[in-house]
């Protein structure tokens, strides 16, 4: 198998999984896992060799002549990134067959899950930036109909819009970042640009890229001050909260910083701008998920906080910080997608989520609050879980920062103490506390529903149990991808008596305490908040795009006034404008006009020709103005068969006489025909088309008398008959040199004669009878 | 607007069109003619037809629609470019099956014949289908 058939098949079976879903019954999510855990097992068979330094690289034509291709490319940060979203992907998949049993659609539901994996997978084994944007799109697009599944509900589909808006045009800025970065290297393979990382950095485009593709990161991991899309997003089902927290679309854009590390990292503006905008991230996140009572949106909250600290670690990037963030990813990938699967468990099983609504839990499902409160510890960054491990780097990599290192770490601090009382009160208020009147007795969940979080939390405990063993050969090629400056650091439980532990001590202490005070901390936080933090993200953002649709509609009612003649007045004057401005500033050309070798006949043809013209125009009669038209068709004629172009004669004439029959189908209905335009309207239109008449007829004489080399006359007339078997060089050009442009044409007359038959047929009032 | 000319000379016209529609769209690749001109004749044959007898007749005395006909003819044109592809060309290039030759006779059949045909169908298709909704108003 390969990376690139993979992704293919994985396509392939999220484009049938709609349809299939109804044969397969309520089996159907651990059927359709069967394939992404397929996937996990052929990554973790590659563990060992990936380990010895192999690099998959696998690529597919797809715009070979623009260096645009299907690239793939495992190192061991793409086959770490793989194993989770292919890992939770299949217990997300498990979990939602059973958890969508009583909603509509759920075939469809599957089908968005399995595209939103693909979309996902395919980022993280891209070896090509825009193979890379493709599938950056489409997790925009399956995370929008994802989060809009419950289409009916006006918040859903409003979230939906923020999310896919906010991704979309981080999306649009990314591809213009990737762009400019391909430049300076011209190719936009992801392993040649890897190898040479100072050629963008000695490039002036280095800036304007990376402000780009900082947008693009920064929009879709839901850094501070595009963050509040995240939290809108849960009302999503969870399942599909549970994935795009913990593996996907977050962490997207945590995946893309990562990647080009080694290629735009190291800089003072990179170090400052990734610091304080993940700084800012963690804490603000942080501190708004202590008030709220929703359990999802804590979740989200926290989310939110462990991107900021992912892109602080980032910024940082010492030794520390890129080994803390790559422990930290898969700390928070497990047990994010754990709480959020088990928040969609206890709103199933109680029928709400609020948590002053839910207590005493853990008599009615103690299997349940065992996992769950494993995955709080992890969180809270205690031991034995993994979180533990994760916390101490971050710690060690705050104190280590290269600048601001105190700030840094008291909002570090600060943060995790507020992790460690939302474990302690989403643990105790929900699984001891006062237990409201249920109003079904609560169970514990089936196992369909269990599975997932039960190994992601028996991972985290192995994984914290024994990190030599198991979580450094995870990591350690994943570190030295995205920092091959940097080691990875020997994993340790126990690092003996020094400062971080002793702040991980206060952490814990901190946190009960503010556990314990809670009825006084609690409404002191909410004041300040409401005093100083009124602002809503999500309300402004939705101004702002009430603003910016009434512009367009003002705009469009400006430029599409609905007016035929002022639509053929605005393209002539511009047409004329651009064209006389392109003949001025040519070379001044010598026309040469000879008429002593025009037959006579000829001339009086021309002669009928003007008369006829002028008539036309003068004539206050419509049938007078018809005929005068009619004629100076026919004199055209005339003159094709004069200079022997039979071929545009016969169509002439039959363009003519239809034109003919036309007029004298409608002149009836017409109304009377009478001079309505005012004298400056007049003057102005006799302006245009002077203009419009003079440029056409500089140009037919400038064609006449420019010389080309060859003509492609010559060319057309030489092999017209030896390679296209016909004499007539005009239907050769036609149907066979320009047969494309003809298929063009004919399409086009075909939808406008469809678009004259459909005013015909449907007005309003036919409608409005029938 | 009754006319007993009108009548006469469209019911014998409208036949002697058409072939003749024909004999101009088959002879279009070596002499003046093709699909384009071949369609407006075709297609005038049968707008004569309903300037005589009117549109509801006309469409009576036809066995299809002038919009299937266009569509038709568009599907003509696009399965022309097929089997360049088929062969392995770039769309649209020109194939051509030699049916018999001697010294005094040679007949080809190639794509673009059939492409020209596309043509014709659509552009009679296109012109009856304008001509039919504005002459019935």
Redesign the interface.
Known sequence: MTAGLFIFILLLVATVAPFLRRYLGNYAGWIYAIWPFTGFLYYLSLLPSINDGLIITETYAWLPALGINFTFYVDGFGMLFSLLVLGIGSFIMVYAGYYMRPYPMKGRFLGYLLLFMTAMQGIVVSGNLLTMFVFWELTSVSSYLLIGYYHEKPEARASALQAFLITGLGGLALLGGFVLLSIPYGSYDIAYILSEPNIIKDSNLYLPALILILIGAFTKSAQFPFHFWLPGAMTAPSPVSAFLHSATMVKAGIFLLARLNPVLGGTEIWTYTLSITGVTTMFVGAWISITQTDLKRILAYTTVSALGTLVLLLGTGTEYAVNAAIIFLLVHALYKGTLFMMAGNIEKKTGTRDITQLGGLFKYMPFAAVIMIMALVSMAGVPPMLGFLGKELIYEASAAAPKAHYFILTLGFLTNVIMVFLSLRLAIDIFWGKEPPYSKIPKEPSVSLIIGPFFLVLFSLLLGLFPSYMANPLTSKAITAISPDNDAIVLKLWHGFNLVLGLSVLTIISGFITFRFRHLILPFIDRINIKYFRREFTRVFFSVLDAFLGFTKVKTKTLQHGYHRFYLMTIFVFASILVWIMIWRADPVVIELDFSTMPLNLVAVVILIIAATITTVASDSRVVSLISLGVIGFGITIIFIAYSG??LA??MI??E??MV??AM??VF?LPKYKPFSSTGARMRDTLVATMVGSFFMVLVLQAGTSAMEIPISEFFKEVSYTQ?????I???I???FR??D??GE??V??I???G??AI??LKPSKIKES | MESVLLKIAASHMRPLLIVLSVVVLYR??????????GG??L??AF?LYA?AYGVKKTQKSIFFDP?NL??L??LI??A??LPAILMGEI??T?Q?ITLFSNTFFEL?L?T??L??V??YF??A???M???F?????
């Open positions: 039979v071929d016969i169509t039959m363009v006489t239809l029959i036309l189908a409608v209905h296209a078997y016909g004499r007539n005009v239907n050769v036609l149907v066979d047969a494309l003809t298929l004919i399409s007359i075909s406008a004669a469809l004259i038959y015909l047929k | 279009g690749h070596n002499e003046p003619g093709g699909g384009f001109i407006l004749m297609g005038s707008i300037m919009v266009t569509g003819g568009l044109a696009l022309s470019g769309f649209m020109g051509w080809k190639g673009p014949l492409f020209d596309g043509v659509t552009v298709g296109m012109l289908l304008v001509m909704s504005i002459l019935e108003e």
